[in-house]
Nanobody, 115 residues
Framework: QVQLVESGGGLVQAGGSLRLSCVASRSLLSFSAMGWHRQVPGKQRELVAIISSGGITNYADSVKGRFTISRDSAKNTVYLQMNSLKPEDTAVYYC?????????WGQGTQVTVSS
């Protein structure tokens, strides 16, 4: 089993920054990839950023240049640094981990960007 606990969400004005954290119950080396996804009501969950076990990162076009995914293996933690936030970034953000027996999700953290 894998537990993922997100934190760091909140309310911020447009142009501001937030850093999300995701602490995993297992070593990050256990996972082939970890990522951040987001979802707004009535829409499908979308991938925001992903980091592979080898450290390769990839981003949705809508966040390139503004968001950065990183990890601290010693703390079993993955981060999402979000800068220049826009109202359209408002969503519930979920951490996900790809493990050998499946994909695991955190409970989500709300990010609200006011205009």
């Amino acid at each position: 089993q894998v537990q993922l606990v997100e934190s760091g969400g909140g309310l911020v004005q447009a142009g501001g920054s937030l850093r999300l954290s995701c602490v995993a119950s297992r070593s990050l080396l256990s996972f082939s990839a970890m990522g951040w996804h987001r979802q707004v009501p009535g829409k499908q969950r979308e991938l925001v950023a992903i980091i592979s076990s080898g450290g390769i990162t990839n981003y949705a076009d809508s966040v390139k240049g503004r968001f950065t995914i990183s990890r601290d293996s010693a703390k079993n933690t993955v981060y999402l640094q979000m800068n220049s936030l826009k109202p359209e970034d408002t969503a519930v953000y979920y951490c996900a981990a790809d493990w050998v027996i499946g994909k695991y999700w955190g409970q989500g953290t709300q990010v609200t960007v006011s205009s």
